[in-house]
């Protein structure tokens, strides 16, 4: 057998130089599947065509709900799903604490409009599940309407206008909103607009947050995270 050719230095240089493109269109699109993962996991539950909320807000802080004995009709209480009365009642594939939120609101809407006590959050909580108002671990959109209906209210839903959110609150409305991430949420959560300041910001109840609860918001700030409004009344 003859001597093995040995390939010049162009050729090697060449060879190499043809790996370094496949090797970078790999890396591209390993980090493009990645980021479509991360996406997803993000949106999880927040697609327009997926209408629920998951229930968890952002920051945390824990307050003293209302007492129900202070519960009474044209006043909404502060109801906090991470309440020891209630946070650990199953609900929705977890704990009133983990995906409540939506009840919580809901309960403070019917306190507000009816003045009776018997749906706090947990009560609330149950009628949401045994009615169907549940969806892959979260709460449906249809507790707000359908479920607000079976309760004996009057549900509409709002577009993200501040006239007509004003107005509704104006007219003794509860107004509860479906949030995206953002201040309140880094997934999905439900809020309740509570009333009008006098210098036109927005009350809100943020059943995950005390701290939120207890400030005063620009409302087209809040109208700018909200994915959709339902207008309750008695």
Sequence with gaps: MGTPRIAPDRYVRRRRARRAPFALLCAVALVGLLALAAGALLLAGQDANVPASAGAGTGSTEGPSTPRDEWARGSVPYLYQTDPQWADHPYAGGTVRENGCGPTCLSMAYVALTGRTDLDPASM??????????????????????????????????????????????????????????????????????????????????????????????????????????????
């Design 125 to 234: 909580a149950d009628f949401s599940e045994r009615e169907g108002h549940v969806a892959d671990c979260m709460t449906a959109w249809t507790l707000m309407s359908e479920g607000a209906e079976q309760l004996g209210l009057s549900s509409e839903e709002l577009s993200p206008d501040a006239d007509d959110v004003r107005a509704a609150l104006a007219a003794g409305k509860v107004v509860i909103c479906s949030v995206r991430p953002g201040d309140f949420t880094t997934v999905g959560h439900f809020i309740v607009l509570a009333g009008l300041t006098d210098d036109g910001r927005v009350e809100v109840r943020d059943p995950n947050s005390a701290e939120r609860s207890a400030r005063a918001w620009d409302l087209d700030r809040v109208l700018g995270q909200c994915a959709n409004l339902w207008a309750l009344s008695a």
